[in-house]
């Protein structure tokens, strides 16, 4: 029989891990197209430090929300720099984000190296406490990308214009509040790579599978074994990546063996 307590733990982690995916599967596909791998990692890193600086400055801690618009306006404004980049410095544009994140990780690093509770925080803003999260910090996530991916829905073409980096210097932020910097960059790029060389009709619901598995074997793990939530969602996030690559690799070779596709034609899945 399920424990209720555990239950009343889990679930609404579970719900967090889907709203996240929600957005981030649509948005991890696109990084991938556009070839800006670190762009999550380097804008959920700026957010973090947004974070950071609120905490800092208790006038801005003390005002409502602050800790939704301050890491929100950093992210922006870092999205916003990486956009004006991406058509000046195309070719170093994936480098300078890199360099961007570890900046941007340093200057969190400082902030918080004479904070009793720094190194605390840190932690939770990197690896997140996503079986502690509430009903309450859901609801203005779930608003907010319902609202995204209605537009995108509306819109697909938001996603290859300059909106992208608004959207996702939107959506990263809400996203490291509730499940930290790891386990944003696992749920967008981890799922993308997973259905990469899949050429099915079904990509985007493949994907989502990827994604749920990872989420559910994770927090089942976490909560059975006392683990970290978040080091042990990116782990079997991960292995339900490789698994799916694994098994799409088998169908290839099973269709070649058979004559069905062809080298010149893509795996039709």
């Not at 990692?41 to 800092?56: E, F, N």
């Not at 799922?191 to 899949?198: C, E, M, R, S």
């Not at 990827?210 to 793990?221: E, M, S």
């Not at 080091?231 to 990546?241: E, F, K, Y």
């Amino acid at each position: 029989m399920l424990d209720l307590d555990l239950l009343s733990i889990l679930l609404p982690a579970f719900v967090a891990g889907v709203l996240v995916l929600s957005t981030h599967v649509v948005l991890g596909q696109q990084v991938l197209k556009r070839g800006i791998i670190f762009i999550d990692l380097a804008i959920a890193q700026v957010a973090a430090l947004g974070a950071i600086v609120g905490h800092m400055n208790h006038d801005i801690e003390a005002l409502p929300f602050s800790h939704v618009w301050m890491p929100a306006m950093f992210a922006i404004a870092g999205a916003g720099f990486i956009a004006w980049l991406s058509k000046r410095m195309a070719d170093e544009l994936e480098a300078i984000i890199g360099c961007f994140y570890v900046l941007a990780a340093v200057a969190a690093m400082l902030l918080l190296s004479n904070d009793p509770h720094g190194a605390e925080m840190l932690k939770e803003l990197m690896s997140g406490q996503i079986l502690w999260v509430s009903w309450s910090q859901l609801v203005l996530p779930a608003c907010l990308y319902f609202a995204i991916l209605a537009a995108l829905l509306y819109k697909p073409e938001l996603l290859s214009g300059r909106a992208f980096y608004l959207i996702f210097a939107i959506v990263i932020t809400l996203s490291v509040e509730l499940v930290g910097v790891y386990l944003v960059f696992s749920s967008l790029i981890l799922p993308a790579l997973a259905v990469n060389h899949f050429y099915g009709r079904y990509k985007l619901f493949w994907a989502y599978v990827v994604g749920l598995v990872g989420y559910i074997a994770g927090l089942v793990l976490s909560a059975s074994l006392d683990l970290p939530s978040g080091a042990a969602i990116v782990s079997t996030l991960a292995v339900s990546a490789i698994a799916f690559r694994f098994i799409l690799s088998l169908n290839k070779q099973s269709l070649k063996a058979n004559g069905a596709i062809s080298k010149q034609t893509p795996p039709q899945v």
